[in-house]
């Protein structure tokens, strides 16, 4: 039964210079992780020796497997999908580094899309070595949205166990936020984020704050009318359409006053305004997730970390809570599928009658 099923987790090497081979061995290294799910690493079995070897960690048995369908329960399991004499120099911003990077990521990607592993996590990268004639995106959001996303929109949620931010905009230079803040694009991420929070976190009737763009919510129109013009209506219409949506509220006080606490998600206009609160609040506990999607995918909330690259004190716990979610969201997904599968039909009968109602039949045939 798919109950039973071990869940298999992909899981990117990410920008093979940085800190993500620390924090995966680290977090791999501990059995309980095998006992949880099947993981799979898209990387290279040299290159986390090399990274085991040099950081003094604790030796353990990486299964080295040609595909994801061959990966073993109980074990760590990794693909190698970059050449033996890929060269790394930790703390370093490199282009084959960013050759590495995509070779795992696509590989993954296609793993993901024809089912061969369950949700994906993934390891930082440097969004510059890793853009060129082969990438052309400015991130792993906007990547999985075109390559596993069948259409859909991706929407990027920080989240931790009491905290949940959404973008409305997410990659963007803060030159083009403010045109892209548009009443039709705010109220498509409540609706996204709102079926998020129900389907991915099991919170039904999810309330939403939203935050202003302008400072002081532009003060009536006095700093800006996005909020007067734009994002109040927004609101409005995603509260006609069943989303508990309220604000705009300016960032500033909302986070600082603790409002925050009061919501079961939050929607930020930009990059900025709603990652810098999340980071301080979450920690090392954050997680990125990108929702909206039919596959689940997640990654710790930080990036490559090249200035303490190599040193053995990088912290790992953010990559543990990145597998931990997907592995939450994935059943809270399963669950919610099978809780809605077979919907009560309408029953229609005589309400002054004593007789139990009767399905009606449109297929019966004299």
Do not use: W
């Not at 590495?100 to 296609?110: G, K, S, V």
């Not at 030159?175 to 929070?197: C, D, G, H, M």
């Not at 309330?207 to 002081?216: E, Q």
């Not at 997680?287 to 909330?301: C, E, K, Y």
Request: hydrophobic share 40%.
């Amino acid at each position: 039964m798919e109950q039973d099923k071990k869940i298999k987790v992909g899981i990117t090497h990410g920008d093979i210079n940085g800190i993500g081979y620390e924090i995966l061995l680290k977090v791999l290294s501990d059995p309980r992780i095998a006992e949880l799910c099947t993981p799979v690493v898209y990387g290279s079995a040299k290159i986390a020796a090399f990274y085991r070897k040099n950081l003094g960690l604790p030796e353990f048995k990486l299964f080295q497997i040609d595909t994801a369908s061959d990966a073993h329960d109980e074990q760590v399991n990794i693909i190698n999908v970059v050449p033996e004499d890929t060269k790394v120099d930790p703390g370093q911003a490199t282009p084959i580094a960013g050759e590495a990077a995509i070779a795992a990521l696509t590989r993954a990607a296609a793993d993901l899309r024809s089912g061969d592993i369950d949700v994906l996590v993934t390891a930082p990268i440097n969004k510059n070595t890793i853009h060129g004639e082969n990438f052309n995106f400015p991130g792993h959001t906007e990547f999985l949205e075109a390559e596993v996303g069948e259409g859909r929109k991706a929407i990027m949620i920080m989240c931790s166990e009491y905290l949940r931010v959404a973008l409305v905009t997410i990659h963007d230079a803060i030159s083009e936020v403010a045109p892209k803040i548009t009443k039709e694009a705010v109220t498509e991420r409540l609706i996204t984020f709102n079926r998020s929070l129900v389907e991915d976190f099991g919170i039904h009737g999810p309330r939403i704050a939203v935050l202003s763009l302008n400072p002081h919510a532009g003060d009536n129109g006095v700093i800006g009318a996005e909020d007067v013009e734009i994002i109040a209506p927004a609101i409005e219409d995603a509260n006609r359409k069943r989303v508990l949506a309220f604000g705009p509220y300016p960032a500033d006080g909302f986070f600082g006053s603790g409002a925050y606490k009061k919501f079961d998600g939050v929607l930020a206009m930009y990059h900025d305004q709603g990652l810098i609160p999340f980071k301080l609040l979450a920690a090392e506990n954050g997680v990125n997730f990108t929702a909206g999607l039919p596959v689940v995918r997640t990654s710790p909330d930080h990036g490559t970390a090249y200035d303490i690259a190599g040193q053995g004190i990088a912290d790992e716990q953010s990559l543990r809570e990145a597998i931990y979610s997907a592995l939450d969201i994935y059943r809270n997904r399963r669950r919610e599928r099978e809780a809605t599968r077979h919907p009560l039909r309408k029953q229609n009968y005589d309400k002054g009658s004593d007789k139990l109602p009767v399905e009606p039949k449109d297929d019966i045939k004299d």
